[in-house]
């Protein structure tokens, strides 16, 4: 398509100038296309200057060429033809135009990004998805033309990248070009870089394609980068411009890092990231090479007998590392494995809750009521089907199954109400087996044959580092840690977390060293959970798992022990997939339930 590059480019004009190579050849509309684009023609000299030399081919997609350039005329009297442009490889990107995932369905929560490395939270949307914000209530859907890009570039498929809730992230793929060393140490190799970069209406947050050589030892021997497309560059119209970059590839080099960066410039509070991107292709001079293909991330994650999952809120690293007010949390961070890259995906509190049961966020970007996930494609029916017990502990739960607020206990501070499939269990006592009193843990945890495999622990309102905010004294002092260093409630939800951790560890269920028990303490969100922008730290969150002794002494799958930092970029996702890889009874019995938790990063630094 035009928008990717010319087709010609016209050469110097005076006589013996220095001659300008054609474009590179632009990517056919279509992968479906039985031909690739052929390069662009090169500039022609007057009189004596050398013609310039043809435009390397275009890529039409996995397994299809694009034609070498023309070439450009030499000079009328002494002049010579250019030289004729070479075919390129196939695009070497694996997944380039986002086709393989789960996106979002309110756009306003991170994703797995299949075959991408990430920084940060950025996602995946489909074209025409509604747009509203996120908040504690439900607010109706913005005007289509305050929406995300509601029509696919030409090109382009169902979805397309963009850099997330908060703030500016990135992806990244390594591309192996050691199969084409030989070409590339003549220094004579092109690349071509590009894709369809874009943004939303006024906002001046942006994208940038970049790609970095490395020889073996992972020396940067060059690099290239793109413009981006400005607010300016799309007259402030959602949407998508073509960008590029080409270039020699420098001799020594054995593999490439390709990086699309989502800077985030939005100065609305909120500080959605509105950097787009699309239809990303990297080729280079050999057409020999082939296009990867995508594979599931490896997981050494053991087997376990039991996972408790401590869920706090509220609190990204900056207000929790080194706080006064959580001795213990710190305690525990400078005692067992921490993860210091790892991430919650929205907000605010409740998707970040049911996103590690379903595997998706269904859509939903506020707190929704109780029983509003249809279906039985959850954690809880895999597990279910699987004989894999498992309960949530509720504080101030009056009774084994209340699915009403009452006093200090709200439903949502567990998230499995949230699904049909338990609100309205068929299943006589389903509720009452399954949704149970905090002050049940200790009995339950007696027997490790009874115990349950999986279970999730969430504090009260006084307990749980947000609130309370029902009365006029606890909203003042949430509104007043809003604009300071936001400590409000932390010290109440570290002795909540002291007082869990010593009822799991004194348990017959834990000492047994048959059985191997790992609990996982995390926070929902950081503190801009009202979409504010304050606190907002780029919803990184702390991350401890603790291991017993059994888990740490098994014969196979052990598991870390000790102190250490696992620096791995995980997120919601990947605690999705380790929970499914450590309980599940054989492989696949759990999980996967979609492309975010099949192709997310599972927690393999916490085991041996």
């Known amino acids: 398509p035009a928008l990717w590059a010319p087709e010609t480019r016209a050469g110097c004009l005076a006589p013996a100038a220095v001659p300008r190579p054609g474009a590179a050849g632009s990517d056919v509309a279509l992968a479906s296309a039985f031909s690739g684009g052929q390069g662009g023609g090169g500039g022609s000299s007057i009189l004596v200057g050398v013609g310039g030399n043809g435009g390397n081919g275009g890529n039409a997609g996995a397994g299809l060429l694009g034609g070498p350039g023309t070439v450009g005329a030499g000079g009328l009297l002494l002049g ?16 380039p135009s ?57 090109g382009g498929g169902s979805n397309f990248a963009g850099g997330g809730p908060v703030a500016t992230s990135t992806i990244s793929q390594i591309v192996d070009l050691s199969a084409a060393a030989g070409k590339i140490n003549t220094g004579t190799t092109p690349y071509t870089l590009s894709g369809m970069l874009g943004g939303y209406l006024g906002d001046p ?6 790609v970095t050589f490395l020889n073996n030892s992972g020396a940067v021997l060059g690099t290239g980068t793109t413009t981006s497309v400005t607010s300016l560059d799309r007259l402030g119209i959602t949407g998508f411009q073509g960008r590029d970059v080409s270039g020699t590839i420098p001799v020594g080099t054995t593999k490439a890092v390709v990086t699309a960066t989502f800077a985030d410039h939005n100065p609305v509070l909120g500080n959605y990231n509105n950097a787009f991107a699309d239809n990303l292709s990297f080729t280079v001079g050999d057409p020999n090479l082939t296009q990867p293909t995508l594979t599931v991330p490896t997981s050494n994650v053991g087997h376990l007998d039991h996972v408790f999952l401590i869920y706090m809120e509220n609190h990204g690293v900056g207000d929790i590392l080194g706080s006064p007010n959580a001795p213990y949390i710190n305690a525990l961070i400078n005692s067992y494995g921490y993860a210091n890259n790892y991430y919650a995906l929205g907000h605010p509190s409740d998707p970040n809750y049911f996103r590690v049961l379903g595997g998706t966020d269904y859509g939903i970007d506020v707190n929704p009521p109780p029983n509003v996930i249809y279906g039985n494609n959850n954690l809880m029916a895999k597990m279910d089907a699987s004989g894999v017990s498992w309960a949530g502990y509720a504080q101030s739960m009056p009774a084994p199954g209340t699915i009403v607020d009452s006093g200090d206990y709200a439903v949502d501070q567990l998230p499995f109400a949230m699904f049909n499939y338990v609100y309205a269990n068929p299943n006589p006592g389903y509720l009452q087996t399954h949704l149970l009193p905090l002050t049940n843990l200790g009995t339950d945890l007696q027997n490790p044959s009874t115990a349950p495999k999986f279970t999730w622990i969430a504090a009260n309102e006084s307990n749980n580092m947000e609130g309370p905010v029902s009365t006029p004294t606890g909203a003042l002092n949430f509104l007043g840690s809003q604009l300071t260093t936001h400590q409000y409630n932390i010290a109440a939800g570290d002795q909540f977390v002291q007082q869990q951790v010593s009822t799991i560890q004194s348990s017959n269920t834990w000492t047994d060293p048959t059985q191997h028990d790992a609990i996982i303490i995390t926070f929902d969100e950081d503190y801009n959970n009202l979409s504010l922008g304050i606190g907002n730290q780029g919803n990184n969150v702390p991350m401890i798992i603790i291991p017993n002794a059994g888990a740490v002494n098994a014969a196979t799958g052990a598991m870390q022990s000790g102190h250490f930092i696992a620096t791995t970029h995980y997120d919601q996702y990947s605690l999705m997939a380790t929970i499914e890889d450590a309980l599940s009874p054989s492989p696949g019995a759990l999980g996967p339930l979609t492309a975010n938790d099949m192709y997310a990063q599972p927690m393999n630094e916490f085991w041996k």
Do not use: C, H, Q
Request: hydrophobic residues 30%; proline residues 18%; neutral net charge.
């Open 80 to 95: 010579r033809n250019g030289i004729p442009g070479l075919p390129m490889s196939p695009n070497l990107l694996v997944n």
């Open 98 to 154: 986002f086709e393989t995932a789960d996106p979002s369905g309110s756009g306003y929560s991170g994703v797995t990004i299949p075959g991408w490395t990430v920084s940060g939270t950025p996602t995946i949307i489909a074209y025409g998805t509604p747009r509203g914000y996120p908040g504690p209530f439900s607010i109706p859907d913005l005007p289509g033309f305050l929406g995300f890009p509601g029509a696919a570039p030409p």
């Open 205 to 210: 947050s942006s994208a940038s394609l970049k």
